[in-house]
Nanobody, 127 residues
């Protein structure tokens, strides 16, 4: 079983930065994709970014390219989402997710790929 715990959310002003962390515990192998999704009130959950645990291959939603960076620290089993130049529309609950590590490299941006989820961390951006 895998447990994911997010941290780092908070209240910031537009243009500021935040760093979200996701610590994974349990049986985490080398072939996983870890992803970040977000959900704002009244909106569907949407993909933000993903990274392959060993190769470091990354995927980003178009609306965060150039502003957000996903990275991982394999030694600490941690995935980090560095968010810069935050906008009010980035406000949401951000969730960390991990796949099973067995699926082919398809549907990386689809939430159904990821069976393991953290509890979420709130990001609020004031204008």
């Amino acid at each position: 079983q895998v447990e994911l715990v997010e941290s780092g959310g908070g209240l910031v002003q537009a243009g500021d930065s935040l760093r979200l962390s996701c610590a994974a515990s349990g049986r985490v192998g080398s072939n996983h994709y870890a992803g970040w999704f977000r959900q704002a009130p009244g909106r569907e959950q949407e993909f933000v970014a993903a990274i392959h645990w060993s190769t470091g291959t990354t995927y980003y939603a178009d609306f965060v390219k150039g502003r957000f960076t996903i990275s991982r620290d394999n030694a600490k089993n941690t995935v980090v989402l560095q968010m810069n130049v935050l906008k009010p529309e980035d406000a949401a609950v951000y969730y960390c997710a991990l796949d099973r590590g067995t699926a082919p490299d398809l549907d990386i941006m689809t939430r159904n790929r990821y069976p393991y989820w953290g509890q979420g961390t709130q990001v609020t951006v004031s204008s």
